[in-house]
């Protein structure tokens, strides 16, 4: 597009929206012109590219989930779409810099971490690959918080995201749909056929707001319908006319603190009743816009699973299953057997953990209070599935009660999706096998079809060419544009193995971006850091079995070893942190406090300080991340073995050059098969060897008591020569009081990190070997790209195809 053209555009909507002349916009108009001209392209686009996907009645896939971490649009679009050198031009001559502009986004942070991103890296993945899709979730007013660590803590503010957010969100309240809540079911015969009706309920309307989700140069637009919760401008009459003035009120604010807030809770669950009706009121307004708009294109609901893939982003959405199986009954008198088919057919679950704690289960009260049409739905789904559990298991009750929906006066979402959907797939090799042995084995072993596994992928278009343009610029020189359109040509790369220019061009990049991440550093910490330093990032989700404590130990122990020999002979290192805790997650907060703790005593003792440094960087999120990854020379991926289901933060950094250290969970397995030996570090325990150490019996305090390094360390943590004491990482590491000691295991792997960070050491001061490691990171990233794991799902779950 000519700039001209840019230019036109950008001052007529100036005027529109503001009522200015474009060279008298401020910053802030000027980037709001921006991306309103930007979201009309989008429109253009997806109006052509629906009506192709209409003509030819293409399947669509729609992906459920609580959570979209989208990050920032801007950049993406541009890029995209093709238009970031043009625009870029056109705002020079407003004497404008795009990357200004950039900065100006705030990040849509509707997600927690892992599950939420990759829900993102799909969505582009769909309209990179031409596959029509809609992604559903709720508009939280307020996404994650935005995390401030004051005197060690960590403190939590809320995100007010759509005050600037709001420039890519388009509201259909013309599309508005009512979403039932508590009451009573009523049921009578009517013409000899049996109909069902909620009275005396809560209605709560839910406005459709959409944003688009533009494709790689693929003339595709997809989008994301967020959900908002509002209160039903007639609800309130009959209080009101009572003179109830403030419980009319009170009910409308009740009413729309539904989408309010984004829980911030990962990888664990709070089963509070809010949280149930975010749930219900996503999925209900989805399967009824899903619904509506199979028949506006279709006669009945019949040919649903042949046009339609619905996808469960782990069990938030699970109750899709007795939602759309209500649709299917009530609203459009089907029977049993044929309704269930449907959803069968139509459903597919994608899990994500097997913490326990992550497993969600509601208390059935408050399950059967709050949705009572759908708690009858499914009473009878555990009923029929209960039945047949006695055919397959008879007399195994335990194993019966296990599998069920309702147990123990629980409803289990797992449980609910394994029953019904037609495919469960895990998110990587080991914890599908994990899923399919342990787990879910009881499933597994009545429907081993069900099963499936699909790797995660990040969307690299994103965490690579946008993110690291220095990197991507010479990418093309040397291995030509291949890999902008398919990842897997990052492997031509190898051809410069041992090329000694290659090798000095991909140091100096790196180093380029140490800078531009010393420079954030500097700014945001006030933290002088050495771009010569080994760059060691360990930025994730904060939570034990992460074991971000187990990277503190080490560094406790580098600082001992250095003070003890204050001329050892060590490459100088970064270590860089970066992480938000669930605001209630005691043991996460406190391990926030020792990394603050560790960096205050690191960072400020001379005879360490020029060997080692301690970056705690905060508030992290999409954007941060962008920043930080390019500039990383080891990935920590050190979770306990078994724990971490895929990890996705370990194949960006991989393909921005940055070795693994890690053990052998997730997806660190496939990419240890991908590059060898030779180009990962590789410590600690396996999946197998954690499980039979559990067996065995497992006690810290042998570790504790065989290791003088070890013990050095966590008696430090007691000590008070870190400024505070820190009694309950040390007692939650040796003793039991709050279930098994050092459930995680660092204390088991805690000899074998150090050995390992050691030979870290040892191979960097070998710039060759490191860089020659690092090219065949990213030579070897193409698997986890997330078009891969999307043309699986595709290909095997979904049965969807991208359209011409
Ligand atoms: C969050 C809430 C509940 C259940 C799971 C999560 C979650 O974020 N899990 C993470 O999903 C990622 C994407 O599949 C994985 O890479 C992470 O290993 C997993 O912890």
């Not at 900065?103 to 991103?117: F, H, K, T």
């Not at 709720?138 to 060690?152: A, M, P, S, T, V």
């Not at 984004?262 to 009824?288: C, M, N, T």
Request: proline content about 3%; charged content about 25%; hydrophobic content about 40%.
């Amino acid at each position: 597009m000519q700039k001209e053209k840019i230019l036109s555009l950008l001052s007529e909507k100036c005027m529109q929206s503001f009522g200015c002349d474009l060279d008298e916009a401020t910053k802030q108009q000027t980037y709001r012109a921006v991306c309103l001209v930007v979201r009309d392209l989008l429109v253009q686009t997806r109006n052509d590219f629906c009506s192709r996907y209409e003509k030819q009645q293409a399947k669509q896939v729609y992906y459920m989930s609580m959570e979209f971490l989208v990050g920032t649009s801007l950049h993406n679009n541009l890029y995209n779409l093709g238009l970031e050198d043009s625009f870029r031009a056109a705002l020079a001559d407003l004497n404008v810099d795009l990357d200004d502009l950039y900065e100006i986004e705030p990040d849509a942070g509707l997600g927690n971490g892992g599950l939420g991103r990759l829900a993102s890296c799909y969505m582009d993945a769909m309209s990179s690959l031409h596959i029509p899709a809609t992604g559903f979730s709720l508009r939280y007013e307020f996404g994650i918080f935005k995390q401030k660590i004051i005197d060690g803590w960590q403190m939590e503010f809320p995100d007010n995201w759509l005050d600037m957010g709001d420039v890519w969100l388009i509201p259909r309240k013309e599309d508005a749909v009512e979403v039932k809540f508590g009451g009573q079911v009523h049921e009578w015969m009517q013409d000899g056929k049996l109909k069902i009706e909620q009275y005396d309920y809560t209605p709560v309307l839910a406005v459709p707001y959409d944003m688009f989700i533009s494709g790689y140069d693929s003339g595709a637009v997809n989008k994301l319908v967020l959900w908002s919760a509002k209160s039903p401008s007639n609800m309130d009459m009959n209080a009101f006319s009572r003179g109830d003035y403030v419980k009319a009120i009170e009910q409308n604010a009740m009413a729309e603190a539904i989408s309010k807030v984004l829980y911030p809770a990962d990888d664990h669950v709070e089963g509070k009743i809010l949280r149930l009706k975010q749930q219900y009121l996503f999925v209900s307004a989805s399967l009824q816009s899903i619904v509506k708009n199979h028949l506006k294109h279709f006669d009945s609901l019949d040919s649903l699973p042949q046009k339609a893939a619905i996808h469960i982003n782990d069990t938030h959405p699970a109750l899709c299953v007795p939602e759309l199986l209500r649709i299917l009954l009530d609203d459009y008198g089907y029977d049993w057997d044929r309704a269930w088919d449907i959803c069968q057919n139509t459903l597919a679950y994608t899990n994500h953990t097997v913490m326990s704690e992550a497993l969600e289960r509601w208390p059935e009260y408050l399950f059967r209070e709050q949705l009572p049409r759908i708690y009858q739905l499914v009473a009878e789904i555990n009923r029929r599935l209960v039945n047949q559990l006695n055919t397959v298991y008879p007399g195994d009750l335990a194993k019966i009660e296990y599998m069920a929906v309702i147990a123990n006066n629980e409803v289990r979402m797992a449980n609910l999706c394994l029953a019904c959907c037609h495919k469960v797939n895990g998110v990587s090799k080991l914890h599908s096998d994990i899923l399919k042995d342990s787990i879910f084995h009881d499933y597994y072993h009545i429907a081993p079809d069900k099963f499936t596994n699909v790797t995660n992928g990040i969307a690299y278009r994103r965490w690579l060419c946008q993110s690291n343009p220095k990197l991507t610029e010479k990418l093309r020189e040397w291995i030509g544009d291949g890999f902008l359109h398919d990842a897997n040509a990052l492997e031509k790369l190898m051809k410069y193995y041992d090329k000694a220019n290659v090798l000095q061009d991909l140091q100096k990049i790196k180093r380029y971006n140490k800078e531009v991440l010393c420079n954030y550093i500097a700014r945001s910490n006030g933290i002088n850091v050495d771009p010569n330093s080994i760059f060691d990032v360990q930025i994730k989700r904060l939570h034990e079995y992460k074991r971000q404590l187990l990277n503190v130990l080490h560094i406790m122990h580098l600082y001992c070893v250095i003070k003890e020999n204050p001329n050892l002979d060590i490459p100088p290192r970064t270590f860089i942190f970066a992480a938000k805790a669930s605001a209630g997650y005691f043991m996460a907060k406190q391990v926030i406090r020792l990394i603050d703790a560790v960096s205050k005593l690191v960072n400020s003792d001379p005879a360490v300080r020029e060997k080692v440094k301690v970056v705690f960087l905060e508030d992290y999120k999409v954007s941060l991340a962008e920043i930080i990854i390019p500039a990383a020379d080891i990935s920590e991926q050190i979770s306990i073995a078994g724990k971490e289901a895929s990890g996705t933060g370990n194949m960006k950094l991989m393909i921005n050059g940055a070795v693994t250290l890690g053990t052998l969970d997730g997806a660190n397995v496939e990419i240890h098969e991908q590059v060898g030996d030779d180009n990962i570090f590789l410590f600690g325990l396996t999946a197998p060897e954690v499980e039979e150490l559990w067996k065995k019996g497992y006690n810290p305090v042998e570790y504790y008591n065989g290791n003088l390094e070890l013990r050095r360390v966590i008696d430090m943590l007691t000590s008070g020569v870190l400024g505070s004491r820190f009694d309950e990482i040390a007692k939650s590491l040796l003793t039991n009081s709050y279930g098994a000691a050092d459930a995680y295991m660092t204390l088991a792997d805690f000899d074998s990190y150090v050995r390992k960070q050691e030979e870290v050491g040892r191979t960097y001061l070998d710039k060759r070997k490191f860089f020659n490691m690092s090219l065949v990171n990213i030579a070897k990233a193409g698997l986890f790209s997330a078009d891969r794991a999307v043309t699986e799902y595709a290909d095997d779950i979904w049965q969807v195809k991208g359209i011409k």
